[in-house]
């Protein structure tokens, strides 16, 4: 069993950025792909970014979606057991819920029903 806990999130005015934490428990944490998904009121649930497990702890497969790739980055610290959203150059649009997801399992990355496990999100507002 995985438990994930978000943190981070606020109210920013456009161009600027917040980070988001993700503390997850559990003993194999470094070999979970872990990603960020968002989603906004009266929308689907939709990917952000992952760091996939390679087999290797020393590095990891980063994708991004279209929509924030070369403003996010995504990144995770194995001793702390913790995956990180940084957020820079936000927009209105990216204002939602974001949620942190992990996985041992195969599948479509970007699909959310192939995550095991979530935490209860954190709100992002991006004012104009």
């Known amino acids: 069993q995985v438990q994930l806990v978000e943190s981070g999130g606020g109210l920013v005015q456009a161009g600027g950025s917040l980070r988001l934490s993700c503390a997850a428990s559990?003993?194999?944490?470094?070999?979970?792909?872990m990603a960020w998904f968002r989603q906004a009121p009266g929308k689907e649930r939709e990917f952000v970014a992952s760091?996939?497990?390679?087999?290797?702890?020393?590095?990891?497969?980063?994708y991004y979606a279209v929509s924030v790739k070369g403003r996010f980055t995504i990144s995770r610290d194995n001793a702390k057991n913790t995956v990180y959203l940084q957020m820079n150059s936000l927009k209105p649009e990216d204002t939602a819920v974001y949620y942190c997801a992990a996985r041992s399992s195969s599948g479509i990355g970007t699909d959310a029903r192939n995550y095991d496990y979530w935490g209860q999100g954190t709100q992002v507002t991006v004012s104009s």
């Open positions: 559990g003993r194999t944490f470094s070999s979970y792909d």
């Open positions: 760091a996939n497990w390679s087999g290797s702890s020393t590095y990891y497969r980063t």
